[in-house]
């Protein structure tokens, strides 16, 4: 059977799947011409990141195949009940990107508090004419040890935020409404291992107790963060999305930039994705990325071989 993993795969989940008589394809076919190159080839499995969807039209026309997999967790690219409701699998892989957007959040973090990512910016341009005042400019950084962290979502991946927070010095506070507690199992280098009890409070609470704010959430019709949010928080506060585009109001929250109730802010995800607004792209407040949460070699090799493991399992 034939596997495209139209968005690529790890050599990994390459390996694994080959090893049990698979034959994959990773061509990269375009969006329009997917459903043709799906039934010229016979393919039986699809694999699809973030940049490709799958949609009634495939899920009607390609009768040959069996599973979409996600290469990660969100799956707001898939007709997912659709599918399932016409007989095929859909698979992702929730748990295995989960310490890379937890890293990448507090990359944000030390960054926005010790302001590196405008600093990266002006030392080439400026550090050999203004050494003295972008060392004055950039000289009050403050440090996370000691202070509040909010998760709003904590899964998987708001759970390991928080341990990186713990281990950070932090007071970890999360909303969930859908988990009451969380126990966390921290673990060290040389088999050390130390247990912490989290129970989840209000939403409103979270807000306003947070020096730090990190989202965890899937995408949803509603902004989880509004006007009205940002009105709850405390002054100076620094937040992450890393979530999913359109669960922060990006108008709100420039300003909320402007009159500091939020000093800076990471955005991994954007409303308008592949193109955010230029105003978010030129904020010296907020620290950006392209959507890379989950990309780290080691996520990625997890990803893999997790879905190559999954799609075995259900098809021999």
Do not use: W
């Not at 969006?31 to 490709?52: G, H, K, P, W």
């Not at 609470?205 to 963060?225: E, G, M, R, W």
């Amino acid at each position: 059977m034939k596997v495209l993993a139209n968005d690529g795969v790890s050599q990994s989940g390459i390996d694994v799947l080959k090893a049990a008589g698979y034959e994959v394809l990773t061509t990269t076919v375009a969006q329009e011409q997917l459903e043709n190159y799906i039934n010229e080839n016979d393919i039986a499995v699809l694999l699809v990141r973030s940049a490709t969807t799958v949609r009634k039209n495939i899920i009607d026309n390609c009768s040959s195949l069996k599973i979409i997999g996600r290469g990660g967790v969100g799956m707001d690219n898939i007709d997912v009940d659709y599918a399932r409701s016409k007989g095929l699998h859909v698979i992702n892989t929730p748990a295995a990107s989960s310490q890379s957007v937890a890293e990448l959040v507090f990359g944000h973090f030390y960054g926005l508090a010790r302001f590196l990512h405008n600093s990266n910016r002006d030392m080439p341009l400026e550090g050999d004419s203004k050494f003295k005042s972008l060392k004055k400019a950039y000289a009050k950084g403050i440090e996370l040890k000691g202070k509040t962290l909010g998760v709003l979502g904590f899964g998987r991946i708001g759970q390991a935020t928080a341990k990186v927070a713990l281990g950070a010095g932090m007071k970890v506070i999360a909303f969930d409404p859908f988990l009451e507690k969380a126990d966390l199992e921290l673990e060290f280098f040389d088999g050390q291992k130390v247990n912490f009890e989290i129970k989840t409070i209000s939403k409103e609470d979270v807000l306003k107790q947070s020096d730090f704010l990190t989202l965890h959430v899937p995408a949803q019709k509603d902004y989880v963060i509004d006007e009205k949010e940002f009105s709850q928080m405390k002054d100076g506060v620094i937040i992450a999305n890393v979530a999913r585009g359109g669960v922060v109001n990006e108008i709100a929250l420039v300003k909320a930039i402007e009159s500091r109730k939020v000093i800076g802010a990471a955005l991994d995800v954007f409303e308008k994705e592949p193109t955010p607004e230029i105003q978010l792209l030129m904020n010296p407040a907020l620290s950006l990325t392209p959507h890379t949460g989950g990309a780290t070699v080691e996520a990625q090799g997890r990803i893999g071989t997790e879905l190559a493991e999954q799609i075995i399992t259900i098809l021999g």
